[in-house]
């Protein structure tokens, strides 16, 4: 499909520009999650962008998203290894200086403003989820999503794309805790597992964009109406 054609490549572009010699040595480069760059590039295109401009906006997007992606694996990494966990510190915030490097070329600083609150989004949504010690059931599903779909929602409110958010949101909780097993939510299984099985409804009415509909789906039957771990009666 034509979709996949154009993001491949421009992950292509993304992979160039986040490689270093010294890092590449040391940490391990993210892999971009396809679900938030099939959102972004359709967010983009849908929005009128194309050709270089979609190429630097869309890798800023997801340099963005690496980042915080890389700096979450920090939680992953055992006790005692300090050195991974600087080197992992120091590829995020290398990540970070690239997107803000692109961004300053682009000279679109209302994008840099909205990807800006989208990591404040991200960041209070994690602290929220890993450091608080009074948690409520209630806010275990607003973190996770907070933390899956925080940039994605910014850039589509940025985009005046506002109707995509309640897609954006649910299906991105759904992937992230389609992967088994995760350890960064597995502590929170028990409360996640009606609100995962309401959103499995949810996105089936939610309004998504156009050009995401033939590719998307294939996926989103799979994350529908394929078994998931936390939903075995489902399965």
């Excluded at 979609?54 to 800023?60: K, M």
């Excluded at 600087?86 to 990807?115: H, K, N, P, W």
């Excluded at 989820?129 to 409520?136: A, E, G, Q, T, W």
């Excluded at 939510?185 to 996105?203: C, E, G, M, T």
């Amino acid at each position: 499909m034509r979709i996949i054609h154009e993001v491949n490549k421009l992950n292509e572009y993304v992979l160039q520009k986040m490689e270093h010699s010294f890092l590449k040595e040391y940490v391990n480069v993210p892999q971009v999650n396809q679900d938030k760059c099939l959102i972004t590039y359709s967010l983009l295109a849908e929005s009128g962008y194309e050709g270089e401009e979609l190429q630097e906006l869309y890798a800023a997007v997801m340099l963005v998203q690496c980042a915080l992606d890389t700096h979450e694996t920090i939680l992953k990494i055992r006790d005692g290894h300090v050195k991974e966990r600087q080197l992992t510190v120091l590829a995020g915030d290398y990540y970070s200086s690239l997107y803000y490097f692109m961004l300053s070329v682009c000279e679109d600083v209302a994008l840099i403003r909205a990807l800006s609150l989208g990591i404040q989004d991200v960041n209070e949504n994690k602290m929220r989820l890993f450091y608080s010690k009074h948690i409520k059931p209630e806010e275990v599903t607003n973190s996770i999503k907070g933390m899956e779909a925080g940039i994605l929602n910014r850039v589509a409110r940025h985009l005046k794309k506002e109707q995509y958010i309640p897609f954006i949101s649910e299906f991105l909780f759904i992937s992230a805790t389609s992967h088994c097993p995760d350890s960064l939510f597995s502590n929170y299984h028990l409360h996640i597992k009606n609100d995962v099985l309401l959103a499995r409804h949810k996105l089936k009415t939610q309004k998504q964009p156009l050009s995401l509909k033939p590719v998307m789906e294939k996926r989103m039957r799979g994350l529908l109406d394929g078994p998931h771990y936390l939903l075995p009666e489902e399965g």
